[in-house]
């Protein structure tokens, strides 16, 4: 399956009891090709400005934002 997303487009993770998020918006850092385990929801590296590291989330977890700023 293709990526929604590109590299350097600004989206919101969503929120979950199992994870902490830094505020604010990420950007789409590296696209990751899809796994045998799920190839309908290719994965992202993103990064938030509020964190010094990068994280991974599935396609199914992100929107693209809508911010005037993106």
């Given at each position: 399956?293709?990526?929604?997303?590109?590299?350097?487009?600004?989206?919101?993770?969503?929120?979950?009891?199992?994870?902490?998020?830094?505020?604010?918006?990420?950007?789409?850092?590296?696209?990751?090709?899809?796994?045998?385990?799920?190839?309908?929801?290719?994965?992202?590296?993103?990064?938030?400005?509020?964190?010094?590291?990068?994280?991974?989330?599935?396609?199914?977890e992100l929107t693209l934002s809508?911010?005037?700023?993106?």
């Open positions: 399956m293709a990526h929604k997303f590109k590299t350097g487009q600004i989206v919101e993770l969503e929120p979950s009891v199992l994870r902490s998020l830094a505020p604010g918006h990420y950007e789409i850092r590296h696209l990751i090709p899809s796994s045998d385990r799920d190839p309908g929801d290719p994965c992202y590296r993103i990064k938030s400005t509020a964190e010094k590291h990068e994280r991974v989330a599935p396609e199914s809508v911010s005037v700023f993106a």
